[in-house]
């Protein structure tokens, strides 16, 4: 039991290799386009739309195609069942998430220069924590957009969740939903985590086996 | 690959349809007279059907843009369709888009209802159509313009001063410099002179004028007025190419009669063609030569001379087309039954010799046989002649109720295809141009004579679709047409680039709100200002609320960037009827003379719950 424990202390201190090293600088290249490109795409068609209305949310913004006019016209039919205007000021993840995509940006960096495995569990850990909660947040932000609608509208339709992912049919809307660029780019910075984990622990086993002359 | 398989489906359903019609003509008791008349081979109208048919969703290859003539509109079809697809009002009012309702459109009409549209004419650039306005005469004197951005009529000149009967009209040159206007009714000038009738010859008038179009902004002003004798000045061109720099426009009743013109109007072999030097008229206004007259100088070429010249023609001339390069200038001989091709290099050298047999009223009258390359034997009633590419021209046979194919340079005519009935003018894909397209041709008929389900005795007129890709003119649709097409222009729907919404960036309008919370009334004395919010589904404010004697202007703003989704305003009781488009504000201005609640409501429909997008004007009595 001793020997377990001062075999992960001496996995958790030991220093991180060049591989996982190499990893987290590309985790770090991946949150460029994570910041800088579209998170979550929904479309929308109906008989009158053939082409799409079309919705990009971004860390930072809410973004409407046919130049911002889909938004607005997406708000506008919307009005119609009471929905809430999507405006992105009622979105405070796009305070906290940009902010917090450079924060792991330079914990990783942090990680390049000085990291140890424990360190890496760390940023690993705060990152798989990082995601769920953001997926939680924008889920519980669509509950709420298809949930709190004003009871006086002209069209009264029964609270719904719109769809995150895959499609759906709202009334005369099919309604899809799929993760973007930014949000296969978190994806990509997850896995590069979880294999320079993979790595480190792995090699630090090793490292260890051979100081300690044979099995322990 | 793809394109292949649609057609052969195409093809398909055509043969199954064909087939029907064969079965349906045999079993009816009676046959529709029209398939009486029309022993056309069923694979013919295959080739017909296939190459009109424009499926549910595609679009149109080219714009045909029809002058609607006494309709005072212009309409718009597709080609090879003939679907139309739109009507643009110009000189009358039109319910449909609220033209000539609200304050802005009013003006414009000024004190006219009404006006006989002819000549459409896109604008140029080096000769071809640029996409960027249409033009059009009517015959009180006014040229409107169009702008193919918006579709819209954004301007109209005129009644300019001196021109009466505006026929002859409006002709660009190849740069859009200049539109032509000219007198077919010669009176005594100005307006408003008395001179009776038996004085025709000496005091009546004509006159050619050239509108000024403004190369960035289109406006138009008027450039110049030549006087000219009393003849009926009736269809222009603009030379291009080597003839660039003229005006030519044909004249009947040279013999300057009056009374039954059918007859007394019909005494000479020879009519003229006028030529006149545009660039020499405007240096000539530059100088500020001319007289005043009608408050607007007017250049005598009696006094100055060397830059107008008449050019006899066959009897009672109706239309002159310059050749794509410039070379010809064609002239019909409506009751000479030839057609004439001058060639102007003739011509120029005709000038600079002196090679005159006469004059007229101070203008040299050029020598027919110094200036004409050749006299084409077209048929009965030549009237317009439009161009093809490789030199192929097409002339319209009134009286032959046909159109003859020649060629210009060997002159030989080589095919003809009947017209139902009794063709006017005719149009070819961007065949008054330097680069004639070919391809289509539209006769523009003047009888339908029931080719069509009755309508009673206010027949439609006849548009024809004619395929000229080939060696043979074939005969591709009948289609029917708003009264009544004179001219055409038929233009690449590539050349057209067309907005469908305002941009709220663009719209500068003094009084537009773009949102709801800043709808609202305002008062100064007795006017009153509305500022009016559209959207689905509501006309904000909802309700109004005036006194009796106020002055109300509804400003109303379309807010939506929405494609197609137009709001109306409807007032009832009031003959008010806007339609705003996305983007637009229009006001509308009204003297409010008695009270009482009066409904608004928006007309054009737009939402599910258009019908609640209502409201009401509340007049308090005095």
Redesign the interface.
Known sequence: MRSFIEKCDRILKSPLGLGPRGLLLLATLLLVPALVSPLWRLTMFAPQYQEGLRLDIYSYKLEGGHAG?DT??IN?LNH?IGMKDLVTEDFTEFLWLPFAIGAFGLLFLRAVVLGTVGYLIDVTVLFAYFSGFSMWSFAHKMWAYGHNLDPTA??KVPPFMPPLFGGKQLANFEVYSYPSLASWALGAVALALFLALGLSVRAAGRAGTVAGQGPG | MNQMTKWSKRSLAAAGLMTGALLLARCAPSAPTSAKKAPTAASDLQVAAMKTYVAPGDLDEYYLFSSGGHSGQVYVYGVPSMRHLSTIPVFTPYPGTGYGFDDDTKKMLGRFTWGDAHHPALSETNGDYDGRWLFINEMNGRIARIDLRDFKTKEIIGPVANISGNHGSSFVTPNTEYAIMSTRFSIPIPKGTYASIDKYAASYKGVAAGIKIDPKSGAMTLGWEVLLPPFDWDIGDAGKGISDGWFFLTAYNTERATGKLEVTASQKDRDYIVAINWRDAEKYAKEGKGDLIGGVKVIDPKKVPGFVYLMPCGKSPHGVDVSPTGKWVVGSGKLAGITTAFNFEKVLTAIKNKDFTGEEDGIPVLKYESIKDAEIQVGLGPLHTQFGPDNWAYTSLFVDSAIAKWKLGTWEVVDKVPMSYSIGHLCAAEGDTVSPDGKYLVGLNKLSHGRHLSVGPSQPESSQLVDISEEKMKLLYDAFTEPEPHYAQMIKADKIHAIEVYPKEENKHPLAVWDVKDAGVTRQGDKVIVKAVL??STITPTSVEVREGDTVTFALTNI???TDELHGFGLLDWNTNIVVDPGETKTVTLKIDRPGVFPYYCTNFCS??HQ?MQGYLIVKPK
């Open positions: 006019q607005k016209e506008l119609y002209a069209v | 959207v689905r939506e960037q929405t599910a719950l609640e």
